[in-house]
């Protein structure tokens, strides 16, 4: 089954610091891949995603994600935190699977 | 935004008591799901839908029962809810199940 793990409950970064959130993956095909963000408050939108092809995925609001195979990683990148990216962060398998725990976010001034 | 509506948003209900839940979405996708969101357990998958009067189980199904008799409504039971279903629900939808999910606004319900 596809199952995927978030190791970090919770993150604080400064503002303007870089960001890296990880997921690793544990199935043995080419996995499909999502990262989703969620505010306080809201439903969940997704970030980015990978099917196959460049293993760097760009997304929205300036992150990105590398698939690295030979780590079973699919990690989630910004180079400059803003505060409004204090959130929960989802990496998620698609269909019948449950996302992971997820990773809490946040930034200080 | 995906055209996605929960209902109710809010819900206070008691111990035994039978709820419903109501997914609707205006998207016309395929797939739809139902979750619950509990802190340090992040989003499970409780059903979810593949067609009209196609459903299958998820990771956390048990007390819990699912009815689509049309595309666009998905319906969450609890035959007789408990304080351990005080929850944060979600319904998602996706054209496919290897596409990206599109959620709804939540329902924040509560047993006592």
């Avoid at chain 1, 460049?54 to 994600?65: C, H």
């Avoid at chain 1, 910004?78 to 409004?84: A, E, I, M, R, T």
Wanted: overall charge negative.
């Amino acid at each position: 089954a596809q199952s995927v793990t978030q190791p970090d409950i919770h993150i604080t970064v400064s503002e303007g610091a870089s960001l890296e959130l990880r997921c690793n993956y544990s199935y043995g095909a080419t996995p499909y891949l999502f990262w989703y963000v969620q505010s306080p408050g809201q439903g969940l939108q997704l970030l980015l995603k990978y099917f196959s092809g460049d293993t760097l995925v760009q997304g929205i609001k300036g992150f990105e994600a590398e698939f690295k195979r030979s780590q079973s990683s699919f990690n989630l990148r910004k180079p400059s935190v803003h505060w409004s990216d204090a959130a929960e962060y989802f990496c998620a398998p698609p269909l019948e699977l449950s996302f992971g725990a997820g990773t809490t976010v946040t930034v200080r001034a | 935004d995906a055209g996605i509506t929960q209902s109710p948003r809010h819900k206070v209900t008691e111990t035994g008591t039978p709820v419903t839940l109501r997914c609707h979405q205006t998207e016309n996708h395929r797939y739809m799901y139902w979750y619950r969101q509990d802190p340090g357990h992040g989003l499970r998958l409780i059903h979810y839908s593949y067609g009209v009067k196609d459903t299958d189980k998820g990771e956390v199904s048990d007390g819990y029962s699912v009815s689509r008799s049309k595309t666009e409504d998905f319906l969450l039971t609890l035959e007789s809810a408990t304080s351990s279903q005080t929850s944060v629900y979600f319904c998602a939808i996706s054209e496919g199940g290897y596409n990206e999910q599109f959620f709804g606004p939540g329902t924040r319900l509560t047993v006592l």
